[in-house]
């Protein structure tokens, strides 16, 4: 269509100094690349690793629970990098009023300290840093912005076993 | 000698116009504190850095007994404390340099502030004096957790709950700094290579900005 008389036809033609800043540019993005990747996987590696489900652990019998919670110790066998240890968790074990036996995970859904139940004789679950309030189902009702966790648990030839920990399912 | 031995690389290298591009300047009379007292606002920029001097120069020693690992981490720092020679000393300089070095970079950031020099055309120096700020925060949190003991433990456990509550990434934040899912044997290897390497290079090279955009620009004027 364009009529180009007497004009030279333009070759898009790529200059010496593009050509060598593409390859010279290219190779050295490459080898760059070849150099930090390995790294930053290196670094990443254990978001990416496989996680084991933790199994089912016995921890008291049946009719050892009561409406109180009572706090119960188990251990676990946990694999950390190179290290392997029994390491101990708590739970503390009551049974609902719907008769359903659970237990919550002692870790305060604010900043992850450590609560104790009924520290302050108010049928409540306390936390000590900075005053988080939980029913014994674990709802909160201060400070924290979560219900406390819960673990699974499987009841089995009268005896409470207890397994991974999940979201709260009872308030 | 002393002199000889200047001469001598000096006829070979040309070093004398290196410092002094570096040491001859005048220093302006509003911030001389030998003219006006007040003036002392203008050194805590240089106390923080003195203050650094210290915490790199420390904890390049702390490193010759510390051991990161779970098992010996408590019972080397306690060794190097209670048996080494010194050993209260220069934990005590990287102790009380840690929480010094915060209050001097306090200090300084509120006379930038309230000479305003952190305005044009020293904004980039403000952002950098920011990351530099960052970076101080990070090795004060990263150098916590080395001594291994209940204290350290758990301070760490309330900053990675803190770092979870970052939406949506925060898990994986959380896991990535743990290096798994606790606070255990691999996170303190990954504290220890941040500590010590990570963020002291990144605090090197900023500092390197930071005293370069001084110099290119000077002195902030009088108010
Ligand atoms: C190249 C620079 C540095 C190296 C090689 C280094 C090394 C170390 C080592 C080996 C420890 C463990 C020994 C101990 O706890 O006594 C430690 C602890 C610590 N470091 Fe550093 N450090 C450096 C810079 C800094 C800086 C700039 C800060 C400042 C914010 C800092 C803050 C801390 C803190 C708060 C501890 C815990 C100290 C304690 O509890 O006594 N470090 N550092
Ligand atoms: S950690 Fe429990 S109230 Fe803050």
Request: aromatic share 14%; glycine share 8%; with cysteine.
């Amino acid at each position: 269509m364009s009529n180009h008389e007497g004009q030279k036809p333009v070759r898009k033609e790529m200059s010496r100094r593009q050509f060598l800043s593409y390859t010279l540019g290219g190779t050295t993005a490459f080898m760059a690349g070849g150099v930090v990747l390995p790294m930053v996987r290196f670094a990443v590696d254990p978001i990416l690793q496989k996680k084991e489900k933790s199994a089912f652990i016995k921890v008291v019998e049946e009719s050892k629970i009561t409406n109180d919670p009572v706090e119960y110790k188990f251990k676990i066998h946990q694999v950390d990098g190179w290290y392997e240890s029994e390491a101990e968790l708590v739970a503390w074990v009551s049974k609902g009023a719907d008769g359903k036996i659970f237990a919550l995970s002692p870790v305060c859904k604010h900043l992850g300290c450590t609560i104790g139940w009924n520290t302050e004789q108010s049928d409540q679950y306390v936390c000590p840093c900075h005053g988080a309030h939980y029913t014994r189902d674990g709802k909160n009702l201060s400070v924290a912005p979560k219900p406390l966790d819960e673990y699974q648990v499987e009841l089995k030839d009268g005896f409470v076993y207890l397994g991974p920990i999940v979201a709260n399912t009872r308030v | 000698m002393f002199k000889a031995v200047y001469n001598w690389i000096d006829e070979r290298l040309d070093v004398a116009p290196l410092w002094r591009d570096v040491a001859d300047h005048e220093v302006p009379e509003h911030v001389n504190p030998a003219h006006h007292f007040s003036a002392f606002v203008y050194c805590f920029g240089g106390l923080t850095f003195f203050i650094t001097v210290i915490q790199i120069l420390s904890g390049m020693f702390l490193t010759m007994y510390f051991v990161p690992d779970i098992n010996n981490a408590y019972a080397s720092v306690d060794y190097l404390q209670h048996k080494v020679a010194f050993g209260g000393i220069v934990r005590g300089m990287h102790h009380w340099g840690a929480s010094l070095v915060i209050v001097m970079m306090f200090l300084h950031t509120l006379r930038v502030f309230f000479t305003g020099s952190y305005k044009a055309p020293r904004e980039m120096n403000w952002v950098v004096g920011m990351l530099i700020f960052f970076i101080m925060l990070g090795l004060g949190f990263t150098g916590y957790l080395l001594p291994w003991d209940n204290k350290a433990y758990f301070a760490t456990k309330v900053g990675m709950q803190i770092a979870e509550s970052v939406p949506y990434i925060g898990v994986y934040l959380k896991e990535l700094m743990q290096g798994g899912t606790i606070v255990g044997a691999q996170t303190l290897t990954r504290f220890f290579a941040i500590h010590v390497f990570f963020l002291p290079g990144a605090l090197l090279a900023l500092m390197a900005a930071h005293f370069f955009m001084i110099r290119k620009q000077g002195i902030s004027g009088p108010l």
